[in-house]
Nanobody, 128 residues
């Protein structure tokens, strides 16, 4: 059974940084694209970014480009989200998600329905 466990959330002032971690178990980690999503109160779940199984491609949504960076450590079965220059509008519950990559030519997933496994989420609150 796939299990994803996020950690690293908390309260930070605007302009500060946080690094989220997502530890995966119950899967062959190197075969999965790993993504991050967030959901603010009263809003839809929003795609933040994804790193492909090979680690060769990352994609971040426009609102976080230049501020957030996804990385992965395959030896630790862990994906990270480094968040810098945080803004109050980044306040949300952050979720990591896993999508099985069957072929290298498959498109890079970015929609929630493309990911089959989810963590429980970690709260990030940015104060102004």
């Amino acid at each position: 059974q796939v299990q994803l466990v996020e950690s690293g959330g908390g309260l930070v002032q605007a302009g500060g940084s946080l690094k989220l971690s997502c530890a995966a178990s119950g899967l062959t980690f190197t075969r999965y694209d790993m993504g991050w999503f967030r959901q603010a109160p009263g809003k839809e779940r929003e795609f933040v970014g994804v790193m492909t199984s090979s680690g060769g491609t990352t994609y971040h949504t426009d609102s976080v480009k230049g501020r957030f960076t996804i990385s992965r450590d395959d030896a630790r079965n862990t994906v990270y989200l480094q968040m810098n220059a945080l803004k109050p509008e980044d306040t949300a519950v952050y979720y990591c998600a896993a999508a099985r990559r069957y072929y290298s030519a498959n498109p890079i997933p970015s929609k929630p329905e493309s990911f089959g496994s989810w963590g429980q989420g970690t709260q990030v609150t940015v104060s102004s």
